[in-house]
């Protein structure tokens, strides 16, 4: 009796199992982002800042998983764990640039949700994430952790958050394009720091999805 008992508990699991796996969607991206920073104060006794004043452009690489795992009508929900790191040979807070001028390094986490449509192969997704910054894109250009003219620039940490708007085009059944990712949000500064409280952000990504073959 407890061995059929068992084997009926197991085929129960089993069941369970593959329709779960059925369900959910499990993916890697990696991505080539632009991100902007803006609104951050100009330290220049002219106000001539080597990225427009106030603002600066940075470029790197990010990438991410995500875990859909709950359908709504045509819409997929899931969460979305994401990070990167960006910069830039411009300044936002002085003249002053170079090679490795402005640097920062993000993690975010935040829910996601992809909306089936009538064409097969595109996959329109929005999300809202937030985290945290490391960057010293606020700090006035000459400021280090020693003190010291040319030492290591001085970071500040931020909690950021950011919505994102994008679309995947599926190539291959394990494989899309992430055709296009648009990203708005602020990041604010917490602990010690003597530059801007705050920055606004505007990201564009492009890139590719690996992911668990569809139905």
Request: charged share 15%; net charge positive; proline share 3%.
């Amino acid at each position: 009796m407890d061995m059929r008992f068992s084997k009926v508990w197991a085929v129960v699991l089993l069941w369970l199992g593959c329709g779960l796996a059925a369900q959910a969607q499990l993916g890697a991206y990696g991505l080539f982002s632009a991100t902007g920073l803006s609104g951050i104060q100009c330290y220049d006794a002219q106000g001539k800042c080597s990225s427009s004043g106030g603002k600066v452009n940075l470029t790197g690489l990010s990438g991410g998983l995500y875990y859909d795992f709950k359908n709504i009508g045509p819409v997929r929900l899931g969460v979305d764990f994401r990070g990167g790191a960006g910069h830039s040979n411009k300044s936002a807070t002085s003249s002053a640039g170079g090679n490795g001028a402005t640097g920062q390094q993000d993690f975010l986490a935040g829910v996601r949700g992809s909306i089936r449509t009538p064409i097969s192969w595109l996959r329109p997704y929005a999300q809202v994430s937030a985290g945290w910054v490391h960057s010293d894109a606020t700090e006035p250009f000459g400021t280090t952790t020693t003190g010291v003219v040319g030492g290591p620039r001085l970071f500040d940490n931020f909690v950021a958050y950011e919505g994102f708007v994008g679309a995947d085009i599926n190539v291959l059944p394990m494989l899309d394009l992430r055709a296009i990712e648009l990203g708005i949000g602020n990041m604010n500064r917490f602990g010690t720091g003597s530059g801007s409280s705050s920055a606004g952000i505007k990201s564009i990504g492009i890139g590719v999805v690996l992911h668990m073959p569809s139905k």
